[in-house]
């Protein structure tokens, strides 16, 4: 059952293709925000999909958090999250993101609750 307290996790190393230089948003060789961003929504997406009905998904509408500390290459990242708030579709999660050293990112993370096929044909109609 989908409920608060629900939590996930996934992790990764930082290789080459998750820095900064490589994806344009930066000049330097750490661990790009856009890729831990990534690795929390997996993170989040992950934890609720075993609970949710045939056919249905979740898509991020909203993503508030801070990136607080560089990783380097070549260092295990991971990101947990915790299911906070359930409003009808709408799904709230507390999240974090943590290298080898500690803490490297928190905030909150919005999903909603969609019919796959349905989503997918409205965005194909555009």
């Not at 930082?14 to 820095?19: K, N, S």
């Not at 070549?74 to 999250?81: H, I, N, Q, Y």
């Not at 803490?103 to 349905?118: K, V």
């Amino acid at each position: 059952m989908l409920e608060p307290g629900l939590k996930g996790r996934q992790e990764t190393v930082v290789t080459e293709d998750l820095l900064a230089r490589n994806i344009g948003s930066g000049l330097v060789k750490v661990y790009a925000t856009a890729m831990m961003i990534a690795l929390i929504e997996k993170a989040a997406v992950y934890s609720v999909e075993p609970y949710l009905e045939e056919g249905q998904g979740t898509v991020g509408t909203h993503v508030n958090v801070s990136h607080c500390s560089a990783t380097p290459l070549g260092m295990k990242v991971w990101a947990e999250t915790e299911l906070i708030e359930i409003d009808r579709r709408k799904l709230v999660f507390k999240v974090a993101a943590y290298d080898e050293r500690g803490l490297i990112g928190e905030g909150l993370h919005e999903r909603f609750i969609i019919d796959n096929e349905r989503f997918q044909a409205k965005a194909d109609s555009k």
